[in-house]
């Protein structure tokens, strides 16, 4: 039998990044468009959804501005309902919101808590179940005559870390990734896999990880590659996972940290 290769590429699909103005998810949805995929990229901030439509009409790709909102059911269905009447279906989800204020376990409230867990892992359920329905159904899912869809779910390195301060973040996280397991079966043929990025430049991080604090410096030395990740450096993974050459590729949690983990031991 001869040899075929499935190259890594997401031309021609259609992709829609929740949470993709800013930071990674911005990374994504921009590299994603580079790549001659059509890309819907949106937030909570219209005009951040504003500009990065903008960028994405730059490369060329088609795309569609709307503001979506993950805490709201209505608001993801109406994210999805507007993705297939602009490109006719969807291949690609990519789930990268997250973010939340640093507070002891002693001290975070009630309120604060039920706010990261609705928004970074009820939002995780919504949009995965949302958007995989519409994948596996009648109307949808089908790019390069091979069925099903991928969805990317954007975790964090804080999982498998003891970051004080950030329970509820963490928390959500750690949920993220048990979900991606159990959804990577009830949602085949639609694959389901997550990205855990390690530290990472980003807005939301700028002030906790700036270059020249102690924290910053301690990651630095810490990390085998020497620095902090930037957010274009996650996005080859969102891009094979999202692929046909990652068709066999589901339920995994794919961990970019430039060997953080392997730098943990110090002589």
Same mark, same amino acid.
């Given at each position: 039998m001869a040899y075929e290769h499935t190259p890594v590429s997401v031309t021609g699909k259609r992709a829609v +990044? $929740?949470?993709? /103005?800013?930071g990674i998810g &911005? @990374? $994504? %949805?921009? *590299?994603?468009? %580079?790549?001659? @995929?059509d890309v819907i990229a949106t937030? &909570?901030?219209?005009?951040r959804v504003a500009n990065v439509t903008d960028e994405i009409r730059e =490369? *060329?790709?088609?795309?569609?501005? $709307? /503001?979506?909102?993950v805490a709201e059911r209505a608001s993801v269905e109406a994210l999805c309902e507007a993705a297939v009447e %602009?490109? *006719?279906?969807?291949? +690609?989800l990519v789930n990268s919101f997250g973010g939340a204020a640093r507070q002891s376990v002693l001290d975070v409230p009630e309120n604060e808590w039920g706010r990261v867990m609705n928004t970074q892992l009820s939002g995780i359920y919504r949009a995965t179940q949302v958007f995989a329905r519409e994948? $596996?159904?009648e109307n949808g899912g089908e790019a390069n005559g091979k069925p099903g869809g991928s969805i990317v779910e954007i975790g964090s390195l804080s999982t498998s870390l003891a970051i004080p301060e950030l329970a509820a973040y963490t =928390? %959500?996280?750690?949920?993220l990734e048990a979900f991606t397991r159990v959804a990577a079966r009830d949602c085949a043929p639609a694959r389901v896999n997550a990205v855990r990025p390690g530290f990472t430049e980003t807005p939301l991080t700028a002030e906790t990880y700036a270059e020249g604090t102690h924290r910053h410096e301690r990651i630095a030395e810490r990390t085998a590659v020497g620095r902090l990740a930037r957010p274009e450096e996650i996005v080859g993974a969102a891009i094979y996972l999202a692929s046909d050459a990652a068709s066999y590729t589901t339920g995994e949690c794919i961990t970019i940290d430039g060997g953080f983990a392997a730098g943990a031991f110090k002589e």
């Amino acid at each position: 039998m001869a040899y075929e290769h499935t190259p890594v590429s997401v031309t021609g699909k259609r992709a829609v +990044v $929740i949470g993709g /103005t800013s930071g990674i998810g &911005r @990374a $994504i %949805a921009l *590299g994603f468009a %580079a790549e001659n @995929a059509d890309v819907i990229a949106t937030s &909570r901030d219209a005009t951040r959804v504003a500009n990065v439509t903008d960028e994405i009409r730059e =490369t *060329g790709a088609e795309t569609t501005e $709307i /503001t979506c909102d993950v805490a709201e059911r209505a608001s993801v269905e109406a994210l999805c309902e507007a993705a297939v009447e %602009a490109f *006719g279906g969807v291949d +690609v989800l990519v789930n990268s919101f997250g973010g939340a204020a640093r507070q002891s376990v002693l001290d975070v409230p009630e309120n604060e808590w039920g706010r990261v867990m609705n928004t970074q892992l009820s939002g995780i359920y919504r949009a995965t179940q949302v958007f995989a329905r519409e994948m $596996i159904g009648e109307n949808g899912g089908e790019a390069n005559g091979k069925p099903g869809g991928s969805i990317v779910e954007i975790g964090s390195l804080s999982t498998s870390l003891a970051i004080p301060e950030l329970a509820a973040y963490t =928390t %959500a996280k750690g949920g993220l990734e048990a979900f991606t397991r159990v959804a990577a079966r009830d949602c085949a043929p639609a694959r389901v896999n997550a990205v855990r990025p390690g530290f990472t430049e980003t807005p939301l991080t700028a002030e906790t990880y700036a270059e020249g604090t102690h924290r910053h410096e301690r990651i630095a030395e810490r990390t085998a590659v020497g620095r902090l990740a930037r957010p274009e450096e996650i996005v080859g993974a969102a891009i094979y996972l999202a692929s046909d050459a990652a068709s066999y590729t589901t339920g995994e949690c794919i961990t970019i940290d430039g060997g953080f983990a392997a730098g943990a031991f110090k002589e």
